[in-house]
């Protein structure tokens, strides 16, 4: 057989991926997780002393917390395979892939496995968010030296 | 199924279309008429809120506004021309303008406060709350 031959084949087998199906899904199951993220923030605004500037850090390391919870207990890989980038995209999506890359080498001992592997996905997203954060705390520092903007 | 989700949704979805009347609340330990007048007048000409309350409580004046869901990010000129609009009227008082959700929230709990010493302490405390950033 020849590899035109196998290719049109394959594309006669092949079911058509439902695109718009799942973006309505990645769309929904994603504004779910944000509205219950809204929540959060109005939890922590109403029953403690956060403000709108300083509500973010507490949101964000609930909503970690509770993905790494639903990661442990198995649910969050059913939700991924259902919403797909609806929920890999929010932050939930960041502590699956820590939990789950724990998960996954935990057999091959906590040092050397877990602890050698936690990381092998976020680490990347810590590494970029801390680099670029210093190095755009920089440019400002210059533009506040400079005089051309303020704190 | 579809049937029921629409019934549940549609009532929901164009709630959000309902009450479009500006809520403004004003509280004053003296009950002053004349700055209740004025703090409305220069809430009800901004077209960018939707609701706001004033407390004045000896030379502190606390102004918490809600900007429209769709200015959010409008937040902080609303704040910059609200605070000039009440310096200028208010002068002899400390202004504060927050677009912020906590400090509305607040206010309004302090509008139903009887004990002056009380809201003066809390108004203090969420003044020192708006300029934290950590």
Not at chain 1, 78 to 100: E, H, R
Not at chain 2, 37 to 53: A, K, W
Not at chain 2, 73 to 78: A, C, D, E, P, T
């Amino acid at each position: 057989m020849q590899q035109e031959q196998y290719k049109n084949l394959e594309q006669q087998v092949t079911p058509p991926t439902p695109y718009l199906k799942n973006a309505l899904k990645a769309f929904f199951v994603g504004g779910i997780i944000c509205t219950i993220g809204h929540a959060i923030t109005y939890f922590y605004i109403i029953f403690f002393d956060f403000t709108e500037n300083t509500v973010g850090n507490p949101t964000v390391s609930t909503m970690i917390f509770l993905s790494m919870l639903l990661t442990g207990f198995g649910l969050y890989t059913k939700l991924g395979q259902f919403a797909g980038a609806g929920s890999a995209v929010p932050v939930t999506g960041f502590g699956n892939a820590v939990i789950s890359a724990a998960i996954e080498h935990r057999t091959e001992g906590i040092v050397l496995g877990v602890g050698g592997n936690i990381f092998k996905l976020a680490g990347s997203v810590i590494l970029f968010g801390v680099a670029s954060a210093f190095f755009i705390s920089l440019i400002k520092l210059i533009l506040v030296t400079i005089g051309v903007v303020q704190w | 199924m579809k049937k029921i989700v629409f019934f549940f949704f549609v009532p929901l979805l164009l709630a959000g279309c309902s009450g479009n009347d500006k809520t403004i609340e004003v509280y004053d330990v003296l009950d002053d008429a004349e700055k209740r007048v004025e703090v409305r007048e220069i809430l009800d000409s901004n077209e960018d809120i939707y609701s706001g309350t004033a407390i004045f409580v000896n030379n502190d004046l606390l102004v918490a506004v809600q900007a429209k869901p769709w200015l959010d990010y409008k937040k902080g000129k609303i704040e910059k021309e609200l605070t000039n609009q009440f310096e200028e009227q208010f002068s002899q008082f400390d202004v504060l303008v927050s677009a912020d959700y906590k400090l509305y929230w607040e206010a309004n709990k302090l509008l139903n406060e009887e004990d002056s010493k009380k809201v003066e302490d809390q108004v203090k405390k969420l003044k020192e709350l708006e300029k934290e950033e950590t």
